[in-house]
């Protein structure tokens, strides 16, 4: 099993910048990757960004040149520093860890609004 708890949503101007933080307990020798995905109203869960244990980072091209998972993240740790953001960024973001088994665990979900 593994734990995740996601911290750091709230509300922000555009143009604004936020910064999601999120810790994972539990069996996390069994996670192979962590990220971030999003949710809006009346849409399905969207890939945000995502880090390899490798440490290679994969973006969607929404977030690409304004969100970074720093490098320097803890193996356990995944934070998604969100820069110049736009009012369709507002979305529940989820943070996920994949096993090398390829089963996801979710965290709760943290509410992220751009709104001026």
């Known amino acids: 099993q593994v734990q995740l708890v996601e911290s750091g949503g709230g509300l922000v101007q555009p143009g604004g910048s936020l910064r999601l933080s999120c810790a994972a307990s539990?069996?996390?020798?069994?996670?192979?990757?962590m990220g971030w995905y999003r949710q809006a109203p009346g849409k399905e869960r969207e890939l945000v960004a995502v880090?390899?244990?490798?440490?290679?980072?994969t973006y969607a091209d929404s977030a690409k040149g304004r969100f970074t998972i720093p490098n320097d993240n803890a193996k356990n740790t995944v934070d998604l520093q969100m820069n110049s953001l736009k009012p369709e960024d507002t979305a529940v973001y989820y943070c996920d860890a994949k096993t090398r088994s390829n089963y996801d665990y979710w965290g709760q979900g943290t509410q992220v609004t751009v709104s001026s």
């Open positions: 539990g069996s996390i020798f069994s996670i192979n990757a």
């Open positions: 880090i390899a244990r490798s440490g290679r980072a």
